[in-house]
């Protein structure tokens, strides 16, 4: 969940209705529940019982034992781990203060500090987080199914809310991909559906390599006479951020600040052939507050110098004068 909380139901955990003998069963959880905080300090039913130990315990438990758990969680976290070699690892335990005799887990980084995961930053403890809770419902499902005697789940379904929330933007272009790899790395033979919302056009970007008409979809919420209402629509590359923010996913007109976006709009008004009023005072005025606004190297900035000079409101000298002066051509 957006908040940093989990929904966990597995079959063989939460049916209500008992396979082998059609019986319902009223003890059963019907789903696992969690808050940001039990993600953490675990999960209890409401008469007591422990339902999940939560990150900090198990953890803790699976780096003493060194055993399948702790391999597994590993793996999953290399899987998630943002690019260019920043691979996360668990760490040793530490002591966080005199008043918590517990031992908390920490997180290797990649300048190789050991880091208690209750100290990392937000972007990290989300993973840690995801991490944890993938790893421990696959565990504790391959746990139920052997109990009851039955076959492993082929399944998997993840619902994501803003699965860009609190990560860097080179992580949300690695995130979706990331979890397809983690899936076949907890079970090959898994077949997987991804249902994510997101606000970010760098993860509508970063889908397009692996976006398949014949198995995907993309779906925009939107507000329809003050009503939300949800449409499929066609994919179409836009091939960068930049295109998808302007595209109808997010209705954006541009990428810039919105006092940049007003001022080019009143500078392409003042060329426009519906407008002959201008005069070149005003195009200079406009030129200067456009030169003190924009990169020097702006698109826009170098269509609007060409449109003045073949209007001739700028001439080719002045051109060459600005430039002298430190201003682009």
């Not at 702790?70 to 668990?90: D, H, I, M």
């Not at 109990?147 to 690695?174: M, N, T, Y």
């Not at 507050?289 to 020097?296: F, K, M």
Request: hydrophobic share 40%.
């Amino acid at each position: 969940m957006a908040d940093g909380g989990f929904c966990v139901w597995d079959p063989a955990r939460n049916y209500w209705t008992d396979t082998k003998d059609g019986e319902t069963s009223s003890a059963r959880v019907p789903g696992y529940v969690f808050t940001p905080g039990q993600v953490w300090d675990g999960l209890k039913s409401a008469d007591g019982k422990t339902l999940c130990n939560g990150l900090i315990a198990d953890w803790s438990g699976w780096i003493r034992e060194r055993g399948e758990s702790f391999k597994l969680l590993n793996t999953v976290l290399a899987s998630l781990s943002p690019p260019e070699g920043q691979t996360l690892q668990t760490g040793g335990l530490k002591r966080i203060s005199l008043d918590d005799v517990r031992d908390i887990p920490s997180i290797r980084m990649a300048d190789g500090v050991e880091t208690p995961v209750l100290y990392a930053s937000a972007g990290v403890r989300r993973i840690l987080a995801l991490a944890y809770m993938l790893v421990w419902a696959w565990q504790e499902h391959r746990i139920a199914a052997d109990l009851r005697g039955e076959q492993q789940s082929d399944r998997i379904v993840f619902l994501i809310d803003e699965i860009e929330a609190h990560l860097h933007p080179k992580w949300q272009r690695r995130i979706v991909q990331a979890l397809r790899h983690v899936v076949e790395k907890l079970s090959p033979q898994a077949r997987t559906q991804l249902i994510a919302a997101t606000h970010s056009p760098l993860i509508m970007a970063s889908i397009e390599p692996q976006f398949h008409e014949k198995t995907d979809r993309w779906f925009d919420l939107d507000l329809v006479d003050g009503k939300p209402q949800l449409r499929r629509m066609a994919f179409v590359k836009h091939g960068d951020a930049e295109g998808w923010l302007t595209s109808e996913a997010f209705d954006q007109k541009s990428s810039r600040a919105p006092e940049y976006e007003a001022l080019m709009a009143e500078a392409s008004w003042l060329v426009d052939e519906r407008n002959p009023d201008v005069d070149a005072s005003q195009i200079q005025e406009m030129s200067q507050r456009l030169i003190n606004a924009l990169d020097p190297k702006d698109a826009f900035l170098m269509r609007w110098r060409y449109i003045a000079q073949k209007k001739g409101w700028v001439t080719g000298a002045e051109g060459a004068s600005r430039s002298a002066e430190g201003e682009p051509q």
